[in-house]
């Protein structure tokens, strides 16, 4: 939506409201605008010049936010808003832009503005599941790492530090950026995520057998955490309880693609031909500069109902999801039938495997099933009585795994 007012000189120094409808199923409001400035910066105080400011109310006249001559852009919404402004639900109506006729020049001058709506529904969603801070042994604190985050482009971020979670009662509040709380349950025997609630432990982290493990975590399951198994094949810190059923979920790529991971996708896929049903994830495990990971690398995609926490680690469950190199690496969706990646299917011999990728230029797609593995060039396959599949995506130089999608499980 576009529209333009005329500011003329009578009002100036003057303070009004013109008002904009918001459409129904609005999740978020971006209002842009723009005018004749014939001279900007420090010369603007030098020379005369127009300068109007900017603010916006909602449909019951509440006061949103004032960003004066500050931002041209700025954004409202229930999750994420511009700094200055309010976060709040989108309801429906007469919204308005608030003016301020700071600077005028004679002949007046003209506004444009440029209201563009975020509707409801699933949408994809990029994310670092595994970063540490130095609430642990990380480099950067919160703010840095979200200023890092968003710079790569991601929606979301966890930071998982060692045993420690008191920064999650302090995570900041940072516009398109969504904080999961998380801390990394780091233990002799094995590495896991604890993600959505800030303090997972009773007491202390500390589990010395078989039995007090299981008794950590359902008590964290309790408090309604989800457990993520981490890098469960690396040769430094694997995992080597003799549990497999506490975790919910698999990191199956922790940092850049190597043969830790290559192991762990395989440990992955024997479960699965075991029965089980376990949604992956990825993420860096960055620490700092200085080291090898990178945030953002990998990422997991998550096809989320909004970029809430709480919707964010739903998908992420429910296996809605896949991991990738990064942001603008390959995007994979599975269908079959009504059921995507993660969902259980009925089998039928005439419903095919529908696969969509994007962004997977000189790539080999991998079909993965308990039968075994083979590269396919088809978008739909008729898949036989397999208890999941899954694909990779494979560069056909070099042959490195770029991407892995979750499983459709046949019923």
């Given at each position: 939506?576009?529209?333009?007012?005329?500011?003329?000189?009578?009002?100036?120094?003057?303070?009004?409201?013109?008002?904009?409808?918001?459409?129904?199923?609005?999740?978020?409001?971006?209002?842009?605008?723009?005018?004749?400035?014939?001279?900007?910066?420090?010369?603007?105080?030098?020379?005369?010049?127009?300068?109007?400011?900017?603010?916006?109310?909602?449909?019951?006249?509440?006061?949103?936010?004032?960003?004066?001559?500050?931002?041209?852009?700025?954004s409202v919404g229930?999750?994420?808003?511009?700094?200055?402004?309010?976060?709040?639900?989108?309801?429906?109506?007469?919204?308005?832009?608030?003016?301020?006729?700071?600077?005028?020049?004679?002949?007046?001058?003209?506004?444009?503005?440029?209201?563009?709506?975020?509707?409801?529904?699933?949408?994809?969603?990029?994310?670092?599941?595994?970063?540490?801070?130095?609430?642990?042994?990380?480099?950067?604190?919160?703010?840095?790492?979200?200023?890092?985050?968003?710079?790569?482009?991601?929606d979301f971020v966890?930071?998982?530090?060692?045993?420690?979670?008191?920064?999650?009662?302090?995570?900041?509040?940072?516009?398109?950026?969504?904080?999961?709380?998380?801390?990394?349950?780091?233990?002799?025997?094995?590495?896991?995520?604890?993600?959505?609630?800030?303090?997972?432990?009773?007491?202390?982290?500390?589990?010395?057998?078989?039995?007090?493990?299981?008794?950590?975590?359902?008590?964290?399951?309790?408090?309604?955490?989800?457990?993520?198994?981490?890098?469960?094949?690396?040769?430094?810190?694997?995992?080597?309880?003799?549990?497999?059923?506490?975790?919910?979920?698999?990191?199956?790529?922790?940092?850049?693609?190597?043969?830790?991971?290559?192991?762990?996708?395989?440990?992955?896929?024997?479960?699965?031909?075991?029965?089980?049903?376990?949604?992956?994830?990825?993420?860096?495990?960055?620490?700092?500069?200085?080291?090898?990971?990178?945030?953002?690398?990998?990422?997991?995609?998550?096809?989320?109902?909004?970029?809430?926490?709480?919707?964010?680690?739903?998908?992420?469950?429910?296996?809605?999801?896949?991991?990738?190199?990064?942001?603008?690496?390959?995007?994979?969706?599975?269908?079959?039938?009504?059921?995507?990646?993660?969902?259980?299917?009925?089998?039928?011999?005439?419903?095919?495997?529908?696969?969509?990728?994007?962004?997977?230029?000189?790539?080999?797609?991998?079909?993965?099933?308990?039968?075994?593995?083979?590269?396919?060039?088809?978008?739909?396959?008729?898949?036989?009585?397999?208890?999941?599949?899954?694909?990779?995506?494979?560069?056909?130089?070099?042959?490195?795994?770029?991407a892995v999608s979750?499983?459709?499980?046949?019923?």
């Amino acid at each position: 939506m576009i529209f333009k007012i005329t500011v003329t000189k009578d009002k100036e120094g003057t303070y009004y409201a013109v008002p904009f409808s918001v459409p129904e199923g609005v999740v978020k409001v971006t209002v842009s605008y723009d005018y004749y400035r014939p001279t900007k910066g420090v010369l603007s105080d030098l020379k005369p010049t127009n300068c109007i400011d900017f603010g916006l109310q909602d449909e019951k006249g509440r006061f949103l936010g004032w960003s004066g001559s500050a931002h041209s852009s700025v954004s409202v919404g229930e999750y994420s808003s511009t700094n200055g402004y309010l976060c709040e639900k989108i309801n429906a109506g007469e919204w308005s832009v608030l003016v301020g006729a700071y600077h005028v020049l004679p002949e007046g001058v003209e506004v444009t503005y440029t209201v563009d709506f975020e509707y409801a529904g699933e949408k994809l969603l990029f994310g670092d599941l595994h970063i540490h801070s130095d609430a642990s042994d990380g480099r950067y604190d919160a703010f840095e790492i979200a200023k890092m985050a968003k710079n790569k482009g991601l929606d979301f971020v966890a930071l998982a530090n060692h045993n420690n979670y008191s920064v999650n009662f302090s995570l900041p509040q940072v516009n398109n950026l969504t904080f999961i709380p998380a801390v990394e349950w780091t233990h002799y025997k094995g590495h896991m995520n604890f993600f959505g609630v800030k303090s997972p432990f009773e007491n202390s982290f500390i589990a010395n057998t078989e039995e007090e493990m299981k008794d950590l975590i359902e008590n964290a399951k309790k408090r309604g955490a989800v457990i993520s198994v981490n890098h469960p094949k690396c040769r430094i810190c694997p995992y080597v309880w003799e549990n497999e059923d506490s975790f919910e979920l698999m990191e199956i790529w922790n940092g850049p693609m190597r043969p830790t991971n290559k192991r762990g996708i395989e440990y992955w896929t024997s479960l699965l031909s075991k029965g089980r049903k376990i949604p992956i994830v990825g993420g860096s495990d960055y620490h700092s500069p200085k080291g090898v990971a990178k945030i953002g690398e990998p990422v997991t995609a998550v096809y989320s109902h909004s970029p809430s926490a709480e919707d964010i680690l739903d998908a992420v469950r429910k296996g809605h999801a896949f991991v990738s190199c990064k942001k603008n690496g390959p995007k994979i969706l599975l269908k079959y039938g009504n059921a995507k990646m993660g969902d259980t299917a009925k089998y039928d011999a005439k419903t095919p495997l529908e696969i969509q990728v994007q962004d997977a230029e000189n790539t080999r797609t991998v079909l993965v099933t308990d039968e075994g593995e083979r590269v396919i060039t088809e978008k739909s396959v008729f898949l036989n009585k397999t208890k999941f599949a899954y694909v990779k995506i494979i560069s056909k130089i070099g042959k490195r795994i770029l991407a892995v999608s979750n499983p459709i499980y046949i019923n």
